[in-house]
Nanobody, 121 residues
Framework: QVQLVESGGGLVQAGGSLRLSCAPS????????MGWYRQAPGKQRELVAA???????SYTDSVKGRFTISRDNAKNTVYLQMNSLKPEDTAVYYC???????????????WGQGTQVTVSS
């Protein structure tokens, strides 16, 4: 069974940077859109950034100019480069991918387990 494996979270001071990575384990036929969501305590999960298979990107307003989403299709990996981090960026970050498993025909939505990002002031 395919799982999304995330890495790169941690504790950083305000103004610092972190880079998140996410890749599926298991056999993959193809990956459509990929994205990063976050959920802060007491808040709803929100979409932070997304990238299509063709490389088109979109961002929530609060991270525009600070975060960059990218993907390496050869490695089936999506990245989130986070610069100029603020305390309000503190949240659990989740990777999301719409993909077709190897041998499959239908795409499904997959989620990573989440990685904590904490920004201290």
């Amino acid at each position: 069974q395919v799982q999304l494996v995330e890495s790169g979270g941690g504790l950083v001071q305000a103004g610092g940077s972190l880079r998140l990575s996410c890749a599926p384990s298991g056999s993959i036929f193809s990956i459509n859109a990929m994205g990063w969501y976050r959920q802060a305590p007491g808040k709803q999960r929100e979409l932070v950034a997304a990238i299509t298979s063709g490389g088109s990107t979109s961002y929530t307003d609060s991270v525009k100019g600070r975060f960059t989403i990218s993907r390496d299709n050869a490695k089936n990996t999506v990245y989130l480069q986070m610069n100029s981090l603020k305390p309000e960026d503190t949240a659990v970050y989740y990777c999301n991918a719409d993909l077709i498993e190897g041998g499959g025909f239908t795409s499904y939505d997959y989620w990573g387990q989440g990685t904590q990002v904490t920004v201290s002031s």
